[in-house]
């Protein structure tokens, strides 16, 4: 294929494009809906001031999240490559040098770590799957429930076995392309998701204590508000739309030029938004109705739900679409973790797709050993910030992603002309683009460098100095 779309003078991809503008917002949605949003979002809000938090939380994901996913479209639609390559021409395009290549590294590097631990506790979910439908989990107390996250967990077998099953769907997927692959399989699994999440929403509104579940998620406590209130709602704004680890750069290849990114962008961000908030309309009103405490974690998908379930009616219908709710969303994730460094191994070494999509996914499967081991054989190694996979964990989450996210917004609102944004954003350069602008030169960068401070616990060290 030409390095250039014929007739317009614009680079084309190599991988082929999305066949509409609903392809593109389901691909970008079923990346930024993951566990997080299922096992986090919901909890960090109750926590942290309900309602109050809730729009702390989408003024912080409209005045950042927004832009920097924004951006990093207009990067990967421009530039029509992978990660790595796109940042390298279009350094060198804007004068800037090749040396931006460093932005997609990190983050194929970033989407390659975090893979090799987000499979194995997506392995768990698909394992929880038949549990479910066997009725495990069917009058089971507290200590049954336990003793069977226990088996898994704390089995290398069983969890080395999961996470290999997790691994070679997402292979699978990934290795049929961006229309056979990719589209198909986020086109059933995202409405599917959606779907499964109103069913369960109907479940619980008639089941749990739906009222307890909407005052805890949505009732203002501003007594609760404070500056760690605001630091918990930049981070998961930032950390909850897949930014700054080369997904939406990926996905973003391979937009048609003739989709608008602004009106895409949003409505990836409204979905992921509702996604999280149903989750906790779904999830605490049947937390509440067996008196069980709300927690965040995996204890609240393994330990928690698994309990309320298998004590109310039809606990096994419904207890099994939970888990393919969760399991849809992490192997959405999954895929989109995977592809960058798929895209960079066939560009880079003239690969086929399905050669460079095992060999890829090999490594991660390897890799991820580390994190299996990390819950049985090696439970009592730790160093640095815990086991391996807690340090997988902290060094993508705190380290990479916030890194990266700060040098997209560095050079698209920096060092990228006026020109070759407009020209991207399509949106000339009246009061859009120039919103755009100042949040992406001076409101996103400072907040993404708080949310880098905080999650290394610079700020606690900083104020403690201060005092």
């Not at 007594?223 to 973003?252: D, P, R």
């Not at 298998?310 to 192997?331: H, I, K, P």
């Amino acid at each position: 294929m030409s390095d250039t779309e014929a007739g317009n003078g614009r680079r084309s991809s190599l991988h082929g494009f999305w066949s509409s503008k609903l392809a593109f917002i389901l691909a970008v949605t079923g990346s930024a809906v993951g566990l997080g949003n299922i096992w986090k979002f919901p909890y960090v809000a109750g926590e942290n001031g309900g309602g109050a938090f809730v729009l702390i939380y989408l003024l912080c994901v409209f005045a950042i999240g927004l832009p920097i996913m924004m951006s990093e479209t207009l990067l990967g639609r421009r530039g029509r490559r992978n990660p790595v390559a796109s940042m390298a021409l279009l350094g060198e395009e804007e004068g800037r040098g090749s040396w931006w290549q460093v932005v997609g590294f990190s983050g194929v590097l970033a989407g390659f770590f975090i893979l090799s631990f987000y499979s194995v506790i997506a392995g768990w979910v698909f394992a929880y799957v038949g549990k479910s439908v066997s009725g495990a989990f069917v009058g089971a107390d507290a200590a049954i429930v336990k003793d069977v996250f226990g088996g898994i967990a704390g089995s290398w077998v069983a969890t080395a076995g999961w996470h290999t099953v997790f691994m070679l769907v997402t292979v699978v997927v990934v290795a049929r392309g961006v229309e056979r692959g990719l589209e198909q399989a986020v086109t059933l699994m995202v409405p599917a998701l959606i779907g499964i999440l109103l069913v369960l929403l109907g479940y619980s509104a008639a089941t749990g204590e739906f009222e307890m579940g909407v005052r805890f998620l949505f009732e203002p406590d501003w007594s609760k508000v404070s500056g760690t209130t605001v630091l918990a709602a930049l981070g998961q704004a930032f950390f909850t739309l897949s930014i700054g680890m080369g997904c939406v750069m990926a996905y973003g290849a391979y937009l048609p030029q003739e989709t608008s990114i602004p009106a895409t962008a949003t409505a990836v961000v409204c979905a992921d938004t509702a996604v999280a908030i149903l989750s906790g309309l779904v999830i605490f009103p049947i937390v509440f109705a067996n008196g069980l405490d709300p927690m965040a974690g995996p204890g609240l998908i393994f330990e928690a739900l698994p309990l309320s379930f298998g004590n109310m009616a039809g606990g096994v219908v419904f207890g099994t679409l939970f888990f393919l709710l969760v399991g849809f969303a992490a192997l959405t994730s999954a895929i989109s973790l995977m592809e960058p460094a798929v895209a960079w191994w066939v560009e880079s070494r003239g690969a086929t797709r399905a050669r460079a999509s095992i060999t890829i996914g090999l490594i991660i499967w390897a890799l991820g050993f580390l994190s299996v081991f990390s819950f049985n054989l090696l439970a009592d190694y730790t160093f640095l910030n815990g086991t391996f996979m807690d340090n997988f964990d902290y060094l993508t989450s705190n380290i990479m992603l916030p890194l990266g996210g700060l040098l997209i917004t560095v050079f698209c609102g920096w060092f990228m002309s006026e020109n070759s944004v407009t020209d991207e954003l399509n949106v000339g350069t009246g009061r859009l683009y120039r919103t755009w602008r100042f949040l992406t030169r001076y409101i996103a960068p400072v907040a993404v460098i708080f949310v880098f401070l905080n999650a290394v616990g610079w700020l606690d060290w900083l104020s403690a100095a201060a005092a």
